[in-house]
């Protein structure tokens, strides 16, 4: 079996070989995009009989309103009785290469994950998605980010990450508050 990649988050990190970080500000194409490439794949999975996998757009260009690299993150979540083997064979296929953090193709970023390796990404992007005023607050810390005299990747990525701890404990603590017993 290959290479497990690492689990996914929502840090923006760049591709391997990127040194600088392109940000844009929000396009509305990003969501048809994002459709796109799901159609690809999924029709793709589907011809060859691979069914039961979950696809989830994640990262910044899933946020309505939220600027970012104009990169389509997607997380590809399969059931455990699928061999990931297979589902690499395909996305190679189809042109992807694969990274160390996944796999990559044109302006796009896949992560094979686990649901409980997604979580907290998706916590994320959904409290973005509902509380549009952090949204406005994280498209203005990542502009100064990318505007800053140190704007490689790693400086970005290091910058939103105290946000992004900040965020998360406020949609995990929403989450405890609605439920509890869990």
């Given at each position: 079996m290959a290479d497990q990649p690492r689990p996914v988050t929502l840090d923006g990190r760049p591709p391997a070989d990127s040194a600088t970080v392109e940000f844009v500000e929000a396009q509305a194409g990003w969501p048809q995009r994002y459709a796109e490439a799901l159609a690809e794949i999924d029709g793709t999975l589907q011809h060859e009989g691979i069914l039961g996998v979950r696809f989830e757009h994640v990262g910044s260009t899933a946020v309505p309103g939220l600027g970012g690299q104009p990169l389509i993150d997607i997380v590809l979540?399969?059931?455990?009785?699928?061999?990931?083997?297979?589902?690499?064979?395909?996305?190679?296929?189809?042109?992807?290469?694969?990274?160390?953090?996944?796999?990559?193709?044109?302006?796009?970023?896949?992560?094979?994950?686990?649901?409980?390796?997604?979580?907290?990404?998706?916590?994320?992007?959904?409290?973005?998605?509902?509380?549009?005023?952090?949204?406005?607050?994280?498209?203005?810390?990542?502009?100064?980010?990318?505007?800053?005299?140190?704007?490689?990747?790693?400086?970005?990525?290091?910058?939103?990450?105290?946000f992004f701890a900040t965020l998360i404990a406020l949609a995990e603590a929403e989450q405890a508050a609605a439920h509890p017993s869990r």
């Open positions: 979540l399969p059931p455990e009785t699928l061999d990931r083997a297979d589902l690499v064979e395909l996305l190679l296929g189809l042109g992807y290469r694969q990274t160390a953090e996944g796999f990559a193709k044109d302006q796009q970023r896949l992560w094979i994950v686990a649901a409980e390796q997604a979580n907290q990404a998706l916590r994320l992007r959904d409290w973005l998605r509902q509380h549009p005023e952090d949204a406005a607050t994280f498209n203005a810390l990542k502009r100064k980010l990318v505007d800053s005299p140190v704007a490689d990747a790693q400086a970005y990525v290091r910058g939103k990450q105290a």
